[in-house]
């Protein structure tokens, strides 16, 4: 079993910057893929972000080159850098976590780009 904590979320003007992070209880996450979802306002949850256990990464095309996954097995945590936050990267982030056919999630946190 394990439990995802997400924080780091909040209210920023365009062009600003949040780093979320994702603290997991429970052993082996070093084991897990770790990835950040979204999901916007009427829209269907997206894949923002994710890392395996040896440190690859993905993004979905909308945030390459202002996003960055990263993890650090030690504090069984990993986070995500936001740069250049746009109007449309306003969703509620979820933190997950992915080992075959196992999946946890967060609670999620509101992240808020306004003018």
């Known amino acids: 079993q394990v439990q995802l904590d997400e924080s780091g979320g909040g209210s920023v003007q365009p062009g600003g910057s949040l780093r979320l992070s994702c603290a997991a209880s429970?052993?082996?996450?070093?084991?897990?893929?770790m990835a950040w979802y979204r999901r916007a306002p009427g829209k269907q949850r997206e894949l923002v972000a994710a890392?395996?256990?040896?440190?690859?990464?993905n993004y979905a095309d909308s945030v390459k080159g202002r996003f960055t996954v990263s993890r650090d097995n030690a504090k069984n945590t990993v986070y995500l850098q936001m740069n250049s936050l746009k109007p449309e990267d306003t969703a509620v982030y979820y933190c997950?976590?992915?080992?075959?056919?196992?999946?946890?999630w967060g609670q999620g946190t509101q992240v808020t780009v306004f003018s």
């Open positions: 890392i395996t256990s040896g440190g690859s990464t």
């Open positions: 429970g052993s082996m996450f070093s084991f897990y893929v």
């Open positions: 997950n976590a992915n080992r075959y056919t196992i999946n946890y």
